[in-house]
Nanobody
Framework: QVQLAESGGGLVQTGGSLSLACDASGRSFSSYTMAWFRQAPGKEREFVAAISWINDKTYYADSVKGRFTISRNNARSTQYLRMRNLKPTDTAVYYC??????????????????WGKGTLVTVSS
């Protein structure tokens, strides 16, 4: 069992930067592929970025590639999402997610085993 807690959301202007963190409690954090998803009002939850438990390989949605950076610190059981050059279309609730031993390269919500409660990111124009 893993419990996830996001932090770092808030209000930022277009072009600004924001960093999110996800603290995990439980065992074997290093065995989990970690990911970020987001859900905008009236839209489905969508994949943002992931970092594999194998060699820390990273994956990004096309919409954030080059602007967002995912990372993890296994010693601290924490993953991060660094967001730069933010746009109003990035406004959403951002969710941290974990999947035990997942090694695929496609990410859907049903791949993930555990979810945080989310943190709101609002980008003003």
């Amino acid at each position: 069992q893993v419990q996830l807690a996001e932090s770092g959301g808030g209000l930022v202007q277009t072009g600004g930067s924001l960093s999110l963190a996800c603290d995990a409690s439980g065992r074997s954090f290093s065995s989990y592929t970690m990911a970020w998803f987001r859900q905008a009002p009236g839209k489905e939850r969508e994949f943002v970025a992931a970092i594999s438990w194998i060699n820390d390989k990273t994956y990004y949605a096309d919409s954030v590639k080059g602007r967002f950076t995912i990372s993890r610190n296994n010693a601290r059981s924490t993953q991060y999402l660094r967001m730069r050059n933010l746009k109003p279309t990035d406004t959403a609730v951002y969710y941290c997610a974990a999947s035990l031993h997942y090694s695929g390269n496609t990410y859907y919500t049903n791949v993930m085993d555990y979810w945080g409660k989310g943190t709101l990111v609002t980008v003003s124009s």
